[in-house]
């Protein structure tokens, strides 16, 4: 496996997402979440490579995809969506900003889908960005359902051809945060033609 790239640098637009999540319901869990969203993007580097700008829209995402939550949980995806097209973020262009709605609304619920009118408003190339960032993101929320800080770090590795494996490490019983992530990994499954498996490092 091929050396992943570092860590997302600090951005003026990552700037902004951080200072927006302070404001949020739980911004201890929108940092985990964007901590391992960055591990598993470079986890998967081989598999699904992402451009510096994409991961750095990635991590904004999930700083930003529980900003809803303030509402109640019932349709926060869709609240953290509209806060995030109304937010004045600096270092977001308007399409950048408009992906990163998309992908903080498709961390949990439907797919994207072209008869949802945001994911149609993007152009293909942004569809395919939403896409892939939300089908990480997806799986990074899964890892923090309990919102308790228990997955460390992860590591991936193809088992066979079309299958892979996502391994996970943490001091303590690991079962849940598997089964949390493998409850949201069908986009990832259906966006890179694969089968994933999650599961706690031996």
């Given amino acids: 496996m091929r050396k992943s790239t570092p860590a997302t640098p600090r951005t003026p637009g990552l700037r902004a997402a951080r200072r927006l999540a302070r404001a949020g319901p739980d911004c201890a869990h929108a940092e ?3 901590r391992l969203a960055d ?3 470079r986890a998967f580097e081989p598999l699904a490579p ?3 700008r994409e991961a750095q829209l990635l991590s904004c995402a999930a700083l930003l995809h529980d900003l809803g939550m303030a509402g109640g949980v019932a349709g926060h995806h869709k609240r953290s969506r509209d806060i995030i097209l109304a937010a004045h ?3 977001l262009s308007d399409r950048e900003r408009a992906i990163v709605a998309a992908v903080a609304r498709y961390h949990r619920k439907a797919h994207p889908a072209r008869t949802h009118r945001l994911y149609r408003s993007l152009s293909p190339k942004a569809q395919d960005v939403a896409r892939r960032l939300a089908a990480l993101l997806r799986i990074a929320d899964g890892l923090d359902r309990a919102h308790g800080n228990a997955v460390r770090s992860v590591a991936a590795r193809r088992e066979a051809p079309g299958r892979w494996v996502l391994e996970l490490r943490g001091p303590g019983d690991l079962r849940y ?4 992530a493998a409850r949201k990994g069908r986009l990832f499954e259906l966006v ?3 089968r994933l498996r ?3 490092a031996a």
């Fill in 32 to 34: 985990q979440v964007t």
């Fill in 39 to 41: 591990g598993l993007r």
């Fill in 50 to 52: 992402l451009a510096p």
């Fill in 89 to 91: 973020l600096p270092g």
């Fill in 177 to 180: 945060a598997a089964w949390g």
């Fill in 192 to 194: 890179f033609g694969v």
């Fill in 198 to 200: 999650i599961s706690p």
